[in-house]
């Protein structure tokens, strides 16, 4: 192992009253406006009872929130729109899915699935804005795509309510190849048979120079590579997870490699082409690895939590060990990870509420610090998000 000198200091933390004693869910910023940081607070074991809450955090007031939500389940989701990054989508335990507008000075969402009888029936563990390819029927129209417990990727279009196409059933690993084969007897044997053929998805992550194709983990624990446009089967699987998927990420740098974080312990490397890991990466302390992502500036270096630790990876450096570990104080479990988009920081969140922002000491001296271009910052063709008190 080749030696760094990496580490990681504490900053500050965004946390209040309201906050206080919530599980983060999940991490989400602006795409437009990188100092807005949308933060989910929700369930993370099924008998927290607690309602669920959204705070928009900026930097320039850490002790309290720009604006907050409260939503009648626990969040388990969030994204922001890109083309319209004044609106926040989010994703709850209850299988609803709410629109919320940031330039409004209104609590209330602008639209959400609540009583429609399409939405989903067990908890959206994910959701994303994706933009259609131009040649589609409906050309240059974000949508949003969702996945579910309920086996269901679903895109929804939104209007002046919510319209909803499923794009994938996600059936078990043995079974994606065939069609599943129900008798024709009564109609409960039927619903018990259609049931028992799908699988829960956790996680799914949308293809960057591919807007068609993605990934998405299961419960089960494969990861099947679909399309968009071709809804009866998967393209690939991927075997080697023994446990529930919380994450799949592709890679910024390398179109055909990607990164998955499991309950079995593990974090693991997959290539294209190839239905077995490439490279498997062991918990140091033997817990749950609940979130991954790739660094937006070293093509070797990814960062994952994993109950009460967060981990350092350098593929460069080493393949069996991290190259730096931090430990979570007070028992606090450690539920998600993102890095900062404008500079060496990564945010982690807690079970206690918290969402802690550690610096990476030493960066530029430890990593292989890539050059990408940078997209054209079109600033004058995007809407922004103004905050009005």
Excluded at 80 to 87: D, E, G, Q, T, Y
Excluded at 105 to 113: G, R
Excluded at 222 to 236: A, M, Q
Aim: glycine share 4%; hydrophobic share 30%; net charge negative.
């Amino acid at each position: 192992m080749k030696t760094t000198n990496l580490s990681l200091e504490r900053l500050w933390q965004y946390n209040c009253y309201l906050t206080h004693n919530r599980n983060v869910s999940c991490l989400c910023w602006n795409e437009q406006n990188h100092d807005i940081l949308a933060v989910g607070y929700g369930k993370f074991q099924y008998n927290d009872d607690k309602e669920g809450l959204v705070c928009c955090w900026s930097a320039k007031n850490p002790e309290f929130p720009e604006r907050y939500y409260q939503t009648d389940a626990g969040v388990t989701s969030l994204s922001f729109s890109i083309k319209r990054p004044n609106l926040l989508a989010i994703g709850l335990f209850n299988g609803n899915i709410c629109v919320f507008d940031l330039n409004r000075n209104n609590t209330s969402p602008v639209v959400d699935t609540n009583d429609y009888d399409k939405k989903h029936a067990n908890p959206v563990w994910q959701i994303a804005w994706y933009e259609r390819d131009r040649s589609s029927e409906i050309s240059n129209i974000e949508t949003l795509i969702s996945i579910s417990s309920d086996g269901r990727i679903t895109q929804w279009i939104l209007r002046k309510e919510f319209e909803a196409t499923d794009i994938m059933r996600l059936k078990p690993h043995h079974s994606s190849n065939t069609t599943c084969q129900i008798l024709k007897t009564n109609d409960e044997t039927q619903s018990k048979e259609y049931f028992s053929n799908f699988v829960g998805g956790l996680c799914f992550d949308i293809r960057l120079n591919d807007k068609t194709i993605y990934l998405c983990g299961t419960d089960e624990g494969p990861i099947h590579r679909c399309s968009t446009i071709y809804n009866e089967k998967y393209l690939e699987s991927y075997i080697g997870h023994t446990g529930p998927v919380y994450k799949v990420h592709w890679s910024p740098f390398a179109e055909n490699i990607f990164l998955s974080a499991s309950a079995d312990w593990t974090v693991r490397l997959w290539m294209i082409g190839y239905n077995q890991s490439s490279m498997i990466f062991s918990s140091s302390n033997s817990k749950v690895f609940f979130d991954a992502i790739w660094s937006p500036k070293s093509s070797t270096m990814f960062c994952c939590v994993s109950e009460n630790t967060i981990e350092i990876w350098d593929l460069s450096k080493s393949t069996l060990d991290p190259i730096c570990i931090a430990n979570s104080t007070n028992q606090r479990t450690l539920t998600s990870i993102t890095y900062a988009t404008d500079s060496d920081c990564v945010l982690v969140g807690t079970s206690d509420g918290a969402v802690w922002i550690y610096h990476l000491e030493n960066l530029s001296s430890s990593a292989n610090i890539d050059q990408k271009s940078k997209r054209p910052n079109d600033v004058g063709n995007r809407k922004t998000v103004h905050f009005t008190r």
